[in-house]
């Protein structure tokens, strides 16, 4: 078995290697965390320009066609930087439940904007009581005509100040912990009912309280099958986990490089 990157994975690593030696060294980063959004839009506009948020999407989604090595890629280099802006959120986790589960009309409407960098997204899942268990919702998500009124409350929803659409995970049916009964719905965090409440984490990005008060969205704003969807984010939740492992392996190696450097000169 073949464990070598191909030419076009070496050439994307040397690719955001390159822009973020130049572009985001440490003072810049801390920088960035300590401004009033507390993130940079250009850099983000920049990953776009770069192909960088495209990278996991299909080519016939518009993307690169890349899978889970050229995120682990990115997030590896990301790790090493320290990289603030919202990857993860917006394309490892929310594109990740477009690319598995959503219809061809919500990929079309909103994988673009993502790829683009016009669009930043947050997936609100953890609740107080939930701890580990992502089936554990009170937030609730009740038909109404043709759509849904959601109500509930979602905790630590990294990336949410800088968010313009939520994944909000809601109980549609069964009991507070069955694992049937869950569903996924797209929300406009401008909507009517959304209110948030935004904080700095301890790791210098940003996160929100969320809360959610009769806030109606259609049919067409689910994602996968109603009361189906623990699977589904438990796959995507993998992913992240995988992406967050390569982050977290990449911020070693850059520690590991320095201490051996500076062993080096004592």
Known sequence: MDFSFTEEQTLLRNTVQSFLQDKYDFDTRRKISASADGWSKE?????????????????????????PIETMILMEEFGRNLVIEPFMETVVICGGFLREAGTAAQQEAHVPGIIGGENVWAFGYAEPQGRYNLADLVTTAKADGDGYVINGYKAVVLGAPWADKLIISARTGGGQRDADGVSLFIVDKSAAGVSTRDYPTVDGRRASEITLENVKVGADAVIGEIGKALPLIEKVTDQAIAALSAEAAGGMKELNDATVEYCKTR
């Open 43 to 67: 850099i983000w506009g920049q990953f776009a320009e770069l192909g960088l948020l495209a990278a996991p999407f299909s080519e016939e989604q518009g993307g690169l066609g890349g899978g």
